[in-house]
């Protein structure tokens, strides 16, 4: 079984694609670089592959207010925009510099920024 810390080193890695443009840009939108991605991938990396709703669920996230806090935010704003990015094929550069993503970026540093604070904490104790 995976430990705490196991698991949000998991779900920390897989926002990384979220807040990260340049990136987006040029995995997302040329097709460029040794990996393979794409926002759909992404979003089924993390909520699906890391279980990110699971972990929402935990105690040790819950009575974190902080930490909780950051985390259901990011996942509710993907989770609104899941079906449209679905549906649509490819990802338009437009897209990337809109209010809604340009808010996901935002939520997601932060998450990954308190989330990180947790973990020091959960690998101290």
Known sequence: MMSLSQWAGNI??????FYNLDFQ?????????????SLDEAICKLFDDS???GFLKLP???????LFHALNE???ALDSI????????????SFLGSPIWQRIIRLS?????????????????
């Open 74 to 76: 990011i996942y509710l």
């Open 60 to 66: 040790e996230i819950r009575s974190n207010k902080k």
């Open 109 to 125: 540093k932060k998450a990954k920024m308190e989330l990180e604070k947790a973990r020091e904490q959960w690998t101290k104790a």
């Open 12 to 17: 920390s890695k897989s926002l990384e694609p």
């Open 51 to 53: 279980d990110f709703k």
């Open 82 to 93: 899941t079906d449209d990015i679905i549906s649509d094929e490819k990802i338009e550069e």
């Open 25 to 37: 840009i040029r995995a997302w939108l040329r097709g460029e670089g040794p990996e393979v991605s």
